[in-house]
């Protein structure tokens, strides 16, 4: 970290200063120009954060050149690291297909697409099972019931099951039924629950938040890592922009930059980002381009029927011939990156 003193700051003001982070137990090393004095300060990364000398008598600015994070970050494992359930990896050089409806329905609804979505190369399948609504009035989703649903169709066509943890408190009970928790978007920095999912045997799957920073959902990540839970798979959704045509922007920039500055993998969700139906093929196909390694897609067996997120949903016809559009590009993408295997 530096500080940059205003020119001219007092002898007392940069005393103050260094004497504050003496205290701290760090070291302070002062470069004295004519006009300006810099410290540049040397510790611990956790005292220096929890040192603010922004807005104290004769500091002009704080730049703090630590990065937030550590165990996430590229320069502390430079390996990709992949994340594995029942078979079905995501990461450093395989690709996961995660599909299925935004909420959880009917035993009907979710055996069918389960079906469907495998049958066209899903690797895992996804479903809601307590949905986050804006209206309190919009379905809410169908509670444990709906994991039981969302465990049964997963187990019935062999595949991994992704579901969200809205509250901490029904952590335990989603794990109990899902093989990845994911925490949505608008949880991204629900510090507790992160915390307590740093402590369970389960991956997570991390949506960033609707204005969230890339250096924030990294943030967000490391909570988890340092809770011991190394397996963690970042998803860009799409952000909050000024353009209202497209329900959130999708942010491919945050995909590429994700992919060198973290060795988590990354994947995009092409459905919560256009909030259209015909925007889900072209974005998957960019953010394949964009380095992602994976998918998420909501796919409904009647989207005009669904209870939640219908106009972004695709038919299985539709999913399936995404899928076999993908595959030629997926194969051809990994050859030009030298991925093997
Ligand atoms: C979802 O995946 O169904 C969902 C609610 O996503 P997000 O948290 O990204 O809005
Ligand atoms: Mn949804």
Redesign the pocket.
């Known amino acids: 970290m530096l500080v940059v003193m205003k020119d001219h700051a007092s002898s007392g003001d940069i005393q103050h200063i260094v004497d504050l982070l003496t205290e701290a137990g760090a070291e302070a090393h002062l470069s004295r120009g004519e006009i300006k004095t810099i410290i540049g300060v040397i510790g611990d990364r956790e005292v220096i954060y929890t040192l603010d000398f922004e807005g104290m008598p004769g500091v002009e600015q704080v730049i703090r050149v630590l990065k937030p994070f550590k165990l996430v970050s590229r320069d502390f494992q430079s390996e990709d690291t992949v994340v594995t359930v029942r078979g079905s990896a995501i990461g450093g050089g395989a690709f996961g297909v995660i599909a299925g409806p935004?909420?959880i329905e009917s035993e009907e609804q979710m055996m069918t697409t389960a079906r469907a979505v495998k049958a066209a190369g899903a690797t895992m399948l996804?479903g809601?099972a307590y949905?986050?609504r804006s209206s309190p009035y919009a379905f809410q989703g169908m509670g444990v019931e709906g994991l039981k649903l969302l465990r049964q169709a997963g187990d019935a066509v062999e595949l991994p099951v992704v579901t969200?943890v809205l509250d901490v408190r029904d952590a335990e009970t989603v794990a109990q039924y899902a093989d990845i928790l994911?925490?949505?978007?608008?949880?991204m920095q629900n510090f507790m629950m992160l915390d307590e999912l740093g402590t369970m045997k389960r991956p997570v799957l991390l949506?960033?938040g609707?204005s969230a920073t890339i250096e924030e959902l990294l943030s967000a990540a490391e909570y988890v890592l340092k809770g011991g839970n190394r397996d963690v798979i970042l998803?860009e959704?799409?952000i909050r922009t000024f353009e209202t045509y497209t329900r959130n922007t999708l942010d491919l920039g945050a995909v590429a930059a994700l992919k060198s500055l973290t060795h988590l993998p990354v994947i995009a969700?092409p459905?919560?980002a256009g909030g259209r139906r015909e925007l889900v093929a072209p974005m998957s196909r960019a953010s394949i381009a964009a380095g992602a390694d994976g998918l998420?897609i909501?796919v409904h067996p009647d989207p005009e029927r669904a209870r939640?997120?219908g106009p972004q949903s695709l038919t299985p016809a539709d999913f399936e011939a995404l899928m076999a559009d993908l595959g030629p590009r997926l194969a051809l993408e990994r050859k030009l990156l030298g991925v093997t295997g």
């Open positions: 935004c909420s996804r809601g949905k986050p969200e994911q925490v949505g978007a608008r949880n949506k960033r609707l998803c959704r799409g969700d459905s919560h998420m909501e939640c997120d």
